[in-house]
Structure formats: C-alpha cells, structure tokens
C-alpha cells in the first residue's frame, strides 16, 4: 500500500505519536506504543471504560465465597488452596444499545384436550436492550459476555487503565459482532411475544448506539495439590463470573446413584403401571415410551455428571450439572406438555 492510501495525522490516545490510517481499515496500531484503535467513519467508535469498585480485598472474598458456594466442589479446596498474586486485566467488549420496535405474528394455543385451538395473534413488542460481546480472545478467561453496565460508563482514559493493570487491545472486525447482537435481540423477541408459532417477525432498532467498552475484571489463580485453577470476579460487582475448582468425588457418587435410581424408576417402574392400568389406550402407550426415553435421558445425564465431575466449572449465566439431570424429570412432571404432546400424536 503506497502513501496515498494513508491518511496522517491522528494522534494516538496513549503516547501522542502520530497514526496512519490505512483507507477501508478499521482497527489501527500506532508504531510507537503498539496500541491497537478502531476506526469507524469520522468520529470513530466511542470508547467507555467500566469504573472498578472492587478492590483485590474483596475480590479474594469472592473468590473464598465460590470455593464454598457448591457441593460439587472438594471440600478441602476451601482451607488448602494457594492463591497466586491476583492479577486486574481489562477486557475489551463490543457493546450495542437500542431501543427496539417488533411486531410479532404467530399464533397461541388455547383451551385443551378435544378443544384445542390455535388463534392467530399479534403482539407489538417495545424494549430498550443492551448487549455485549468479548472483542478479544477470552479462551484464557471463560468470559465471553458480562453483565451490561449503561449508567456509569466513564471516558476511555487509556494511561490510567495501564496504570493499574493489564488491558488488552480489540481484535477481529465489528460486523461479527453487530450480526451476533440482531441474532440476539431477534430471540429476545419471539420470548417477549409468548407464542406457540412464529409466523413473521418486523424487528425496527430505535436509537441504536455501539461502542467498545473496557470491562475490568480480577483472575484468581491459585493451586491446589499441584493442579491450577483459576477464578474470574467482575471488577465492577465483585460477582464471580467463571470458575474452575477441583470436584467433590463423594458428590459425584452420590448423582451418579441418585441419577440411576431415579432415572430407572422413571423409565422402567412408571411405565409399566401406567400399561397396567391403561386397558390398551394409545395414548398411554405413547406416554409410557415417553417416560421410558425420559428416564434414560436422567440415567445418561448422571452418568455425564459423574464422568466429568472430577473439574467443577461454573460459568454465570450457564445451567449446571445438576439442572442438566433436573431437566428431564421437569419435562415428564409437566401434565400440560404430556397433554400437548398425546394430542399431536393423535
């Protein structure tokens, strides 16, 4: 690329230096200090930064408190593990605001057994949505979004973020992110409507703002006979948002039995009365073969929980090993979906 492709004369927000902007390229490196800015039409993308209210005290509180917050985790992590110097890093994440204008048509289904119907409906839905998206590799930390925070963002000051920690620089392109976010609020949506079938969906954003903001965030590493483990706290709530931490093998027995106690009698126990009892109804055969796929399910999940409880991981916002067993049995517990389930096989 020759010279004329560059404009000069953009100062770089950390040292000073002067930065060339190659035409059509976004994210930028000044060759003084290596510090990597997006470009984006005249004023560029706004950059915020996240105010840190949690200081290294507390955030070793958290950290002490996710050590003893499940049974899943080996009880002698609490008095013997060797915390490493905790380290504030902050991460850059895409963020998008708007306001969004939906129409929803679909149908709801309404009344039940032979009168089942479904009317047509249309339901206008008007919300004002954040979300945000890692703008870097976030491999090393397990945190790929955090909890939004729009009301006290505070200028980017690039000095002061480098005075008390390690900040890392974005990476990829904007539109991965912008299409992930549509994805994102269009399934937020078709939730807010509340229907049964999704016909067409009109999504309008209103006032729609992006920027890059920088999430402070505290890495506990720390060891334990040997192995290394690590605790991320948001800078900002001092709420653990991923986790690593040695499991329990007396808690992973336990699912394991429980699991493939429950998990038989729901398969084998409670479909062979109900064909006691049915008198060759069909709708109580398909109920029973129901059941008995529901109960392997439980038996399967058990099974995984066991084989993969030796590592507990914990990720806000993610279901847990135990929810991923509860699931099933909720499934098979909920007359209404049993009910709507026979009447579409018939």
Request: glycine share 8%; with cysteine; proline share 5%.
């Amino acid at each position: 690329m020759n010279e004329k492709d560059e404009l000069h004369g953009l100062s770089c927000p950390k040292c000073g230096g002067i930065v060339p902007v190659p035409e059509g390229q976004l994210i930028v490196r000044c060759p003084y200090c290596d510090l990597r800015s997006f470009v984006r039409g005249e004023r560029g993308l706004l950059r915020y930064q996240v105010p840190q209210h949690v200081d290294q005290l507390n955030a070793t509180e958290a950290y002490k408190k996710f050590l003893a917050s499940s049974m899943a985790i080996a009880p002698a992590a609490r008095s013997h593990a060797n915390l490493v110097e905790p380290l504030l890093v902050y991460l850059p994440f895409w963020t998008i605001w708007a306001r969004l204008a939906a129409w929803v048509f679909g149908e709801k289904r309404v009344g039940s057994g032979d009168k089942v119907r479904y009317e047509p409906r249309e339901v206008r839905v008007l919300q004002d949505l954040t979300w945000n998206g890692a703008a870097c590799d976030v491999g090393e930390f397990g945190v790929a979004q955090v909890p939004p925070v729009d009301q006290d963002l505070l200028p980017f000051n690039s000095e002061a973020l480098h005075e008390r920690g390690m900040v890392f620089e974005p990476v990829g392109a904007f539109s991965d992110a912008r299409q992930a976010a549509e994805a994102h609020f269009e399934a937020h949506v078709e939730r807010s409507a509340g229907l049964d079938r999704i016909g067409q969906i009109f999504l309008r954003p209103l006032r729609r703002r992006k920027a890059l903001v920088y999430h402070p965030l505290w890495v506990m590493r720390y060891l334990f006979r040997g192995r290394a483990f690590q605790v991320v706290v948001d800078g900002y709530s001092g709420k653990v948002l991923y986790g690593k931490a040695p499991g329990n093998t007396l808690y992973r027995a336990a699912v394991l039995v429980l699991g493939m106690a429950v998990g038989a009698f729901v398969a084998i126990d409670a479909p062979a009365f109900f064909l006691y009892v049915s008198n060759g109804d069909d709708g109580v055969f398909w109920l029973a073969l129901f059941l008995f796929a529901a109960g392997l399910g439980i038996m399967f999940a058990a099974y995984r929980a066991f084989r993969h409880g030796e590592q507990y991981e914990y990720r806000r916002g993610a279901p847990s090993a135990l929810s991923q067993i509860g699931s099933p049995f909720q499934m098979i517990t909920s007359a209404k979906d049993i009910e709507k389930w026979i009447d579409q096989l018939n």
